[in-house]
């Protein structure tokens, strides 16, 4: 077989696989169009059509069935044997997509960046901080950090750092005009600071624990984010309550200086914390193994986030969360 016609046969491998032109063509780094005249050429060459197209759906024919149910098994046999032989290099190297959400990243990632960068030279590290949860492997990404609530059961897992918490704040001049919520179902009476997830059309709900239970709040207020060190921002210039992930490079400081002041902490408990994780595989490309166990090592089982004495009266301690945060 010329290197070409399995290049080919890998293409139309990957399309039928993520079932998409425009994602096998970001896969593949090539543009649509090209990917197009590809499978076409392929089709051509074979004498029969291997995939029905639409504007809008994409299947395969009952020759591109039998030619991926053959093929695929034989193209993923060659690819183990040459990551075998890749396993070899003392050196590991290649690309590395890392999908995470942005206070993972912040916590776990980015203050280990210069450290990972002077043992790994060779490995280019692609951070995609994203707050979706997403399929990593039909985006392509080779590792995912998420909520351990939130793991795929046939994942490889690998818990980083301790329990994560969520708490409430605002700002002092906010409660002093509004007053400070007591309870989770005094929020109905403020204005809080809302979470959408990315690709979600639903408002996430503010959850609690109270009387030995978890509960979700429904909250109303005057703004809506996708990302929440916006909802942090707003909170410190007094526009609502916002809820947030612990943070010491972000939330910490805000709370010591007295900008912030954490609200509902005793219904606000610690939950299972950031999960790495990435596909079951054969051979698991060095670059990807000497991440994991960097990210591993440099993220023990710390104790759990303390809250610091904020500097206004009648504020206590620690606090956060659960479900589908």
Request: glycine letters at 8%; hydrophobic letters at 40%; aromatic letters at 6%.
């Amino acid at each position: 077989m010329r290197g070409h016609e399995y290049a080919d046969l890998r293409a139309f491998a990957m399309v039928a696989e993520l079932g998409s032109f425009a994602r096998a063509a970001e896969q593949l780094r090539i543009s649509p169009s090209t990917l197009s005249q590809t499978i076409r050429g392929l089709e051509e060459r074979l004498g029969v059509r291997l995939l029905n197209r639409t504007t809008r759906s994409l299947s395969l024919t009952e020759a591109g069935g039998r030619l991926l149910a053959r093929f695929k098994p034989a193209m993923q046999e060659m690819e183990a044997a040459v990551a075998d032989v890749a396993n070899l290099r003392s050196t590991p190297a290649g690309t590395v997509r890392l999908h995470l959400p942005r206070p993972a990243s912040a916590a776990l990632v980015e203050p280990h960046l210069g450290r990972f960068r002077e043992r790994y030279p060779d490995i280019v590290l692609e951070l995609a901080l994203d707050d979706a949860v997403i399929d990593i492997v039909e985006g392509g990404f080779d590792v995912g950090i998420t909520l351990g609530e939130l793991l795929e059961k046939d994942m490889v897992a690998v818990r980083l750092g301790g329990e994560v918490r969520q708490i409430a704040v605002a700002s002092p001049d906010y409660l002093a005009r509004h007053g400070r919520p007591r309870t989770p179902a005094d929020l109905h009476a403020h204005r809080c600071i809302n979470w959408r997830k990315p690709g979600s059309r639903k408002l996430y709900n503010w959850e609690f624990q109270q009387d030995g239970r978890w509960i979700s709040v429904a909250v109303e207020g005057p703004l809506i984010v996708s990302h929440r060190d916006a909802a942090l921002e707003a909170a410190v210039q007094g526009v609502g309550i916002a809820f947030v992930y612990w943070s010491e490079r972000w939330l910490r400081p805000l709370l010591e200086d007295g900008r912030l002041v954490p609200v509902l902490e005793e219904h606000s408990p610690g939950f299972s914390g950031w999960h790495l994780y990435y596909p079951r595989q054969r051979n698991t490309p060095p670059a990807v193994r000497a991440l994991v166990d960097f990210l591993r090592e440099v993220n023990g089982d710390p104790p759990r986030p303390g809250m610091p004495q904020a500097r206004v009266q009648g504020v206590g301690s620690p606090s956060s969360s659960t479900s589908s945060r």
